[in-house]
C-alpha cells in the first residue's frame, strides 16, 4: 500500500541556495555583479540586501590582474561593511610554461 517514489539524482545538493556571490571588476574599475554591469554605490546597496538576506554567502572578486590593487581591497571593504564574512579572490590556476628550446 502506497506510492513507490524514486526521486531523480543529482550531483547538486539541495543546500545549495545562493550562498555565493560574484564581483568582477575590470582594469578600469567596472563591475559586473553576478554578469550583470552595475555602478559602484549600487553593488553596496545590492550586496547589502545580500547580506542580509544570507550572513553566510561568501563574495568572490574576479579581478582583472591589471586592476589596481586599491580598488581590490575597495570591494572588500564594501563587503566586510555589508556584514559579510568570507571573501575570495578568484585565481586561475598557473600554465606550466612550455620549455625553452635547445
Known sequence: SGFGVVLPSSAIPNASSFQELVVTITQDKLLFF????ITWPKFSEELSV??????RAELIIKADKLTPHGAVVELMNIALQAGLSVVNIATRPE?????APK
Open 95 to 99: 600554465v606550466a610554461a612550455p620549455p
Open 34 to 37: 553576478n554578469n550583470q554591469p
Open 50 to 55: 545580500a547580506a542580509r538576506l544570507n550572513p
